[in-house]
């Protein structure tokens, strides 16, 4: 086991990859990671699939033999995208089963044209789930005004679910209020209280989009104080008689998960958000690029405070330096979402062409 990565684990945090591709699935680099590097679960999303799909020939054959089956848009991808995580999940499976269901995870997102949509992502999030028949696979509602009331309901009908496209502690609370409520009527309702979940926080997007206007000293501070302030939140609410009442009844908490963590800016630290953000409870996922720095060269020289440490004076002159943290972090979900949906219509565009191409050999 890597020295660096066992500091993490021993901080009480756990490791996923922010990546899956077919390629990484059968040529071992998937169960390599697993074996070598810890990685005890793995995230995916649109952007993730598109590139995936349109790096090579590995999707060829399956996308022949569903085109030819009248298969197409939506149907089509989720089945590709089902296929690479029902094989993820069977290898993460034993340590699902050995962590009680706290690691072993993959995650597969409804479709982001229904981030506007509470029914119809209630449905797709409810038909995914049941179309993938494992125990380890969240499905992935974006955390926006019409995504909280459908986590609710999901949690509510038994879904773990992975919340994502949260920037702030703000919607990291809506998030979590979700999933209370969800497990409140649960137990309301006789129902085991144990439907697991994780809150994704993103971060590196908040350095991408304030970087430019800030002054040197406070570069690449905006995301890591945006993450120590919703830490803070998150251990309060685990603390608190609301939570303890649940956790008494069976019911396990939902995580927090730092998400966005590979470093955009070339001048920085590649291993930065990884080190910074080390705290027990939670997760990291990473793009295999981060990983192998931190593998080689990372370093935990503390985790993060129980209070988030300078999470609000570094806020504080971030906001005196003119951004508008509350503002930034609803234009940041916003871009988020759009630019998931982008991504899907580019998938979607592309596996078209390439069935259309492929059309030939069917005959």
């Known amino acids: 086991m890597n020295a660096s990565i066992e500091r993490l684990r021993a901080a009480g945090q756990s490791l996923w990859l922010d990546n899956i591709t077919r390629a990484m699935l059968g040529d071992g680099t998937l169960a390599r990671y697993i074996a070598e590097m810890s990685i005890t679960g793995l995230t995916s999303n649109p952007t993730i699939f598109e590139q995936a799909i349109?790096?090579?020939?590995?999707?060829?054959?399956?996308?022949?033999?569903?085109?030819?089956?009248?298969?197409?848009?939506?149907?089509?991808?989720?089945?590709?995208?089902?296929?690479?995580l029902t094989r993820a999940a069977d290898l993460f499976r034993p340590i699902h089963a050995a962590s009680?269901?706290?690691?072993g995870w993959?995650?597969?997102?409804?479709?982001?044209?229904?981030?506007?949509?509470?029914?119809?992502?209630?449905?797709?999030a409810r038909r995914l789930h049941a179309a993938a028949a494992r125990s380890n696979l969240y499905i992935k509602i974006p955390g926006t005004p019409a995504g909280i009331p459908a986590i609710e309901e999901s949690i509510f009908a038994g879904v773990p679910i992975n919340v994502?496209?949260?920037?702030?502690?703000?919607?990291?609370?809506?998030?979590?209020?979700?999933?209370?409520?969800?497990?409140?009527?649960?137990?309301a309702a006789g129902l085991d209280p144990k439907v697991e979940s994780v809150a994704s926080l993103f971060v590196s997007r908040w350095d991408v989009a304030a970087n430019e206007k800030l002054a040197p000293a406070r570069r690449n501070h905006l995301g890591i104080a945006i993450a120590g302030r919703t830490y803070r939140a998150y251990r309060e609410l685990l603390a608190a008689p609301r939570w303890q009442r649940l956790a008494a009844a069976g019911a396990h908490p939902q995580r927090l998960l730092w998400a966005s963590t590979g470093v955009k800016?070339?001048?920085?630290?590649?291993?930065?958000?990884?080190?910074?953000?080390?705290?027990?409870?939670?997760?990291?996922?990473?793009?295999?690029?981060?990983?192998?720095?931190?593998?080689?060269?990372?370093?935990?020289?503390?985790?993060?405070?129980?209070?988030?440490?300078?999470?609000?004076?570094?806020?504080?002159?971030?906001?005196?330096?003119?951004?508008?943290?509350?503002?930034?972090?609803?234009?940041?979900q916003r871009?988020?979402?759009?630019?998931?949906?982008?991504?899907?219509?580019?998938?979607?565009?592309?596996?078209?062409?390439?069935?259309?191409?492929?059309?030939?050999?069917?005959?």
């Open 164 to 187: 994502t496209l949260l920037f702030s502690r703000e919607h990291y609370l809506a998030a979590a209020e979700a999933y209370l409520r969800g497990i409140e009527r649960r137990v």
């Open 106 to 124: 993959v995650s597969l997102e409804v479709s982001p044209l229904l981030a506007d949509d509470t029914g119809a992502t209630i449905e797709a």
């Open 265 to 332: 800016d070339p001048t920085a630290p590649d291993t930065l958000y990884l080190q910074a953000l080390a705290a027990p409870d939670t997760v990291n996922t990473v793009p295999e690029k981060t990983l192998k720095a931190f593998a080689d060269h990372g370093k935990v020289e503390r985790v993060l405070p129980v209070d988030g440490g300078d999470a609000d004076a570094m806020l504080a002159e971030i906001r005196a330096e003119g951004i508008d943290v509350d503002a930034l972090a609803e234009r940041l």
């Open 335 to 363: 871009e988020g979402a759009a630019a998931f949906a982008k991504s899907w219509q580019a998938l979607l565009a592309g596996i078209a062409a390439k069935a259309e191409q492929l059309a030939p050999a069917r005959l």
């Open 54 to 84: 349109a790096a090579g020939a590995f999707y060829d054959e399956q996308i022949a033999d569903l085109a030819g089956q009248g298969r197409t848009g939506e149907d089509l991808v989720f089945a590709l995208a089902l296929q690479d």
């Open 100 to 103: 009680g269901g706290r690691d």
